[in-house]
């Protein structure tokens, strides 16, 4: 078994809300890897960052990320960067898992969650820091997803019935 369904996509891109409104839905467990880190480590992924580093953030996050996609068995969303790793996409393509790439303008994406402290690969010129992780990411995202849905200028819900109708899941 392996989870339901898995959410990637970059900051702001709507993975926690939809993931959590999905999971409802299908009454299935909700996971965010992100939050089972800071719950993990005590700190917040930010504090991580600062502290220890992004190599040690990434190899945590490894590790959370191959265990989630193993064990847990509802919505599983991934932090922004995961997919990244190698040892993740590989574990993402070679598990047959339904991936679904939540994609975000800059403007929305900035509407939603700010670009601030809690974002430390964004905290220096924000706006340039996200198109230039986007650059990068945007085709790791497309090449694992089995669907790609737009979220800006959308709701929670209608994404949500989006995914559920893309990947043939009835709640």
């Given amino acids: 078994m392996s989870p339901v369904v898995v959410l990637v996509g970059p900051p702001g891109a709507g993975k926690t809300t939809v993931g959590r409104l999905l999971a409802e839905r299908l009454g299935v467990d909700f996971h965010d890897t992100d939050v089972a880190i800071e719950r993990a480590a005590g700190r917040s992924v930010s504090d991580i960052f600062v502290q220890d580093g992004e190599a040690h953030f990434r190899e945590l996050e490894r590790v959370e990320v191959v265990r989630s996609l ?83 200028g959308r709701t929670p819900e209608e994404v949500a019935e989006e995914l559920l109708g893309a990947l043939g899941l009835e709640p």
Wanted: net charge neutral; hydrophobic share 45%.
């Fill in 70 to 152: 193993a064990e847990e068995r509802g919505v599983v969303a991934l932090g922004g960067g995961a997919v990244m790793q190698e040892t993740v996409a590989t574990a993402l393509r070679e598990g047959d898992h339904r991936v679904a790439f939540l994609d975000v303008t800059i403007a929305d994406a900035a509407g939603r969650v700010g670009f601030d402290a809690s974002r430390p690969l964004l905290v220096v010129n924000p706006r340039a820091a996200w198109t230039r992780l986007m650059n990068a990411r945007r085709p790791v995202y497309e090449s694992l997803a089995t669907v790609h849905v737009q979220t800006g």
